[in-house]
């Protein structure tokens, strides 16, 4: 299974986005990588470029601890309220900022709240391409509150584009389909309730994902003094569980084997052309690089 992780500060990324990043983001993520270590698995680490910005060592961090760091997009902007010359610099900005903080290579992206609809797909699969990237873990194959797409869709933009997609998990009741593998389904739901539906999952491709703020429970108080009172529906759609959600993780990673998607889908691609790279005295070509695509069949239509 992946383990999926976006790093954004809460205040900043939901609350108002010209709020600034605080410190609490670097704390919660810590305490996610001390999780990661405790049951040694890996993860991909979707990270807003403006956490780089203001935490470089923290993306150091996680790269040295041997995670994946890929992107979140810069400022946490919906890319559907994004122009397509924003949308490139957004993603241009946000990959430069993680790979000069991490020294490595970002090759995976996820819109901020999943805000990708079928419209977008040219001028996102072309800023993906243009700033280097393989893959995009952004697509919910269901409509919920604020994201999703419900219809049957397409990804010959993607295939076209060369970038692979590796959508969110669901269950399915009849003809309906209901995420519930991560974020606030996680942390309202009973565990054994988690545990069931995903014991029904592919494990090879199921994605769960989380955000560091989900085991911070002392920020709703802060929260309050710094910027006033927060709307009941976000107090009880963003707080509510998060003093569960450590406890689940332990469960949950002892249930399960989880990794990152560089390390599940790429790294042999990689290897294999660090190999072509020497066989060909520092050079490849392009045809001689894509007999070695990844799986391509992970981007169909669903
Ligand atoms: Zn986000």
Redesign the pocket.
Known sequence: MIFSI?V?DWAQ?VLDNTNSVSNRVYDNTLLLLDILEEHKHKATF?T?GNVARKHPELIRRIADAGHEVAS?GYN?DAIFKLTPKQVMEDVTNSVKSLEDASGAKVIGF?A??FSIREYLFEWYCEALAENGLKYDSSLFPMKVIKYGIEKKYSLKIFNEYGINEHYLSYMKIGKHKFPFFGGGYFRLLPYSVTKHLSSKLNEERAVFYM?PYEVDTGELAVVKELYGDIPLKWRLSQFVGRGSVETKLHKLMTDYEFTSFEKEFYSQEQEKKTILRGLQGGRTTSNVASAFDTKRDIATSI
Do not use: A, C, K, V
């Open positions: 976006d954004e990324s979707f807003l979140h946490h996820r901020p709240n955000h």
